[in-house]
């Protein structure tokens, strides 16, 4: 079974700081995603990594950044938090060698920034 | 470009009726089609995925969808709720290229309320 594992539930930081959100995932897939999740919003695509060191910007990068130096390795930044970075934080991982595969998720990490 | 309508954002049923979950979606090509759910606190979990081989697609927990071309919709179902499937459920489509792989569109969800 494919395990996409997010470094923290929860998490509490302050405005201005620099906040690193870690993903890893264990079957080797190449694609990995990052996602904000509001309520009424369903889910919105921040970036997208389609192989190590390769990265796309999603639909909401502002103020966000990301890095995939190793491949099961996927790491969202959010460079000087603000308020409005208070959301659910979704990774997902996708194998992109056969065709349109289904995307495997972490649990998610709830962050609230004061 | 692709995008997708889940018309109700909360459905409501009683244990042991019928589920209806209904999505539309717009996409220029031959889409793949997917129906996530999400119980509270948790990633989403996949139900069932459609990649253009029967129209009827089967899932896990006695799900179904048929997908219907002429009406672009692919409507998630169940004969009989439980109350273990009272969760969030997200249709997605996913035909968008970029760096060559497929980028998933999801629809805003549906919170399935099941009543004892």
């Known amino acids: 079974d494919v395990k996409v594992t997010q470094s923290s539930r929860y998490l509490v930081k302050r405005t201005g700081e620099k906040v690193f959100l870690e993903c890893v995932q264990d079957m080797d897939h190449e694609n990995m995603f990052w996602y904000r999740q509001d309520p009424g919003l369903g889910l919105r695509l921040i970036y997208f990594s389609y192989d190590v060191k390769m990265k796309e910007k999603g639909d909401i990068p502002e103020g966000y950044s990301v890095s995939r130096e190793k491949k099961e390795r996927f790491s969202l930044i959010l460079e000087s938090a603000s308020t409005n970075q208070t959301s659910m934080y979704l990774c997902a991982s996708r194998d992109s060698k056969t065709g349109n595969q289904p995307q495997h998720f972490g649990d998610g990490t709830r962050l609230s920034i004061l | 470009a692709q995008s997708v309508t889940q018309l109700d954002s909360h459905v409501s049923v009683s244990e042991g009726t019928p589920v209806l979950l209904r999505c539309n979606y717009s996409s220029s090509y031959s889409p793949s089609l997917f129906w996530y759910v999400q119980h509270p606190n948790k990633g989403l979990q996949l139900l069932l995925k459609y990649t253009s081989a029967a129209t009827l697609v089967k899932g896990i927990n006695g799900f179904e969808a048929e997908f219907k071309k002429s009406e672009t919709s692919f409507h998630l179902t169940k004969p009989s709720a439980h109350m273990s499937d009272a969760a969030e459920y997200f249709c997605?489509?996913?035909?968008?290229?970029?760096?060559?792989?497929?980028?998933?569109?999801f629809g805003r969800g549906t919170s399935l309320i099941v009543h004892p």
């Open positions: 997605v489509v996913s035909d968008r290229l970029t760096g060559g792989s497929y980028i998933p569109t």
